[in-house]
């Protein structure tokens, strides 16, 4: 008999695009999607361990699933509950303890076996799958039906690459999503021709560590990330393509010259420099310099010189000194970015940086990330001003806030707003845009007619 499921997902893109497939997963079992908790057979919480006191968020969330558990009980309903993402892999054994109304407990890379583990039941004690394979769940995961792929929009994700062998000292993915994994050429190109057939018209690929991939070629051999796009750039139907997230030492030639040489590759780069001090980087583990992060900056604008940048920030890093944290300050000013994301240092446990001893306080990381927001935000809306007067391609993707607007997003994720009639969602049209807002921009439709699909 068929079961309604639900599916809350938190955190990074890769957990969006987990939680898809395991809703995909679910509908081919025969299983129907609900976003109404009081209904639902099963709930699926797909968590992330990134974020500041992540583990007992979960926990939380779970005491308010176990008591619907226990209303729909009492109605003589039954719900299974399920765990998983990367706190479901850091935190199994204490999850199975600490929170008994929870079924299963699912790994990353495990959830493949979501369905089967589903079918079982619930034995005595909660299941708990924390396989770290990631090729062997790319292998059983079948490609998503197109009518689902239709009703998630225009834009898709596409995971290439799982994994990260880099170890930074404050990070967890390595212990909850294992080694770098790359997924074959041709099954990568599989699901982005499934995607683009069924109306989807940009394509961002992800990974922990996506300029790492290394996927088989069709002829063996390994495939760069570079190579990799220029081949999805072939794919009928795919009009725009972006990838995230990057790391400073992957940045290879092949890939820059896509940026160069591949109109669909927006011009855009999300990559990741933490710190802009030599010494608090030697202590991240992080294996570039201040001026090895700027190298790379200078070629990517020398291949594509409107290229706009984006990065992550830690602030507070164990041991990260006043002049540490204005060198930072000092590498944002000399590059500019477009948009970032910056957070204070938040201890990870199993990580080498939790157990440093040179923890700084949090008036200090508070005081140190306040400044460095209020430089990014001048530089976002310095980036933003800077494309009034501009025109602009937008992929419109949604109905705008208002009757006869329409919104996308220009090809440096800004958010856009037309007045317009004469457009539809999946469109690429020509903009001007003639004003920037705190968070969007606005503009005016100058084509009659969409731009051709690739």
């Not at 008999?1 to 990074?12: A, D, E, H, I, N």
């Not at 079992?29 to 968020?57: F, Q, W």
């Not at 898709?156 to 999503?177: I, L, M, N, S, W």
């Not at 021709?193 to 069709?218: D, F, K, M, W």
Request: net charge neutral; glycine share 8%.
């Amino acid at each position: 008999m068929p079961k309604r499921f639900l599916v809350k997902s938190y955190g990074c893109q890769m957990n969006v695009y987990d939680s898809a497939r395991m809703g995909d997963l679910l509908r081919s079992s025969g299983h129907i999607e609900t976003e109404d908790p009081a209904e639902a057979d099963i709930v699926i919480l797909n968590t992330c361990h990134i974020r500041e006191r992540a583990t007992e968020k979960v926990f939380s969330e779970l005491g308010r699933v176990r008591e619907l558990k226990r209303a729909r009980a009492a109605e003589g309903l039954g719900t299974q509950i399920v765990v998983a993402g990367c706190v479901a892999q850091a935190e199994g054994a204490e999850i199975a303890a600490r929170q008994p109304a929870v079924d299963i407990v699912v790994g990353p890379q495990a959830y493949q076996r979501l369905p089967a583990l589903l079918a079982q039941g619930r034995g005595a004690k909660a299941a708990i799958e924390l396989d770290l394979a990631a090729d062997d769940k790319f292998a059983e995961l079948p490609l998503p039906a197109r009518a689902d792929v239709r009703r998630r929009g225009v834009s898709a994700f596409v995971t290439v690459q799982e994994g990260c062998d880099k170890f930074c000292a404050f990070c967890v993915v390595p212990y909850t999503r294992g080694a770098e994994v790359s997924r074959p050429v041709a099954h990568v190109i599989a699901e982005i021709e499934n995607a683009a057939g069924s109306g989807v018209r940009e394509i961002t690929l992800i990974g922990q560590n996506v300029n790492a991939y290394h996927g088989e070629g069709p002829q063996g051999g390994s495939w760069s990330l570079g190579r990799l796009l220029a081949l999805a750039a072939r794919v009928p139907g795919v009009m725009r393509l972006r990838y995230t997230t990057s790391h400073p030492l992957d940045m290879d030639d092949e890939l820059l010259e896509a940026h160069r040489d591949l109109p669909q590759l927006m011009p855009y780069l999300h990559l990741p420099a933490q710190s802009g001090s030599d010494r608090v980087l030697e202590r991240m583990n992080r294996r570039h310099g201040r001026a090895a992060y700027l190298r790379v900056i200078d070629a990517a604008r020398r291949a594509r010189p409107d290229i706009a940048l984006s990065s992550d920030f830690i602030v507070g890093f164990p041991g990260e000194t006043r002049a540490d944290f204005e060198a930072t300050l000092d590498l944002v000013r000399e590059v500019g970015f477009a948009s970032s994301f910056s957070f204070k240092y938040s201890a990870r446990p199993g990580t080498p940086a939790a157990t440093s001893a040179d923890q700084i306080t949090e008036g200090v990381k508070a005081e140190r990330l306040a400044l460095l927001q209020a430089l990014l935000e001048e530089q976002r809306q310095s980036f933003n001003r800077a494309t009034v007067g501009r025109t602009l391609d937008v992929l419109f993707d949604k109905p705008g806030r208002h009757q006869g607007q329409l919104g996308g997003r220009s090809p440096y994720l800004q958010a856009v707003h037309v007045d317009c009639r004469e457009a539809a969602i999946g469109e690429v049209r020509r903009v001007e845009i003639i004003a920037a807002g705190a968070n969007s921009l606005a503009g005016r439709l100058l084509e009659t007619e969409a731009l051709a699909q690739a």
